[in-house]
Nanobody, 126 residues
Framework: QLQASGGGLVQAGGSLRLSCAAS????????IGWFRQAPGKERGGVSL????????IYADSVKGRFTISRSNSKNTVYLQLNSLKPEDTAVYYC?????????????????????WGQGTLVTVSS
């Protein structure tokens, strides 16, 4: 029901914009989290946006470089990735909790999310 797209290969310092689109799910009712998983590492939280868009949260490692936003009219959430570093290389996933209008108590906890997209690969070369 969620599909992440927009990944690709980019040089360090470059930019990408990821999209998370929903089918069969009214995305506007849900907070959306972005996660990433690098090879051999656990999936970790990158950013979250509330259903209204008024609340955004970022992991310390991406603050000032990544920007999350949403267009509820387009049923899509975006993650703008700027100033990319090789350590940003990972598969990026978007996810939504099981309850509408609810922000997970621990926003970066994967267990707080019910709906997941299939992931999009971001590769940053040095």
């Amino acid at each position: 029901q969620l599909q992440a797209s927009g990944g690709g290969l980019v040089q360090a310092g470059g930019s990408l914009r990821l999209s998370c689109a929903a089918s069969g799910l009214a995305l506007g009712y849900y907070a959306i989290g972005w996660f990433r998983q690098a090879p051999g590492k656990e999936r970790g939280g990158v950013s979250l946006i509330s259903s209204s868009g008024r609340t955004t949260i970022y992991a310390d490692s991406v603050k000032g470089r990544f920007t999350i936003s949403r267009s509820n009219s387009k049923n899509t959430v975006y993650l703008q990735l700027n100033s990319l570093k090789p350590e940003d290389t990972a598969v990026y996933y978007c996810a939504a909790p099981g309850e509408r209008l609810w922000i997970p108590n621990i926003w970066a906890d994967v267990d707080e999310y019910h709906y997941w997209g299939q992931g999009t690969l971001v590769t940053v070369s040095s």
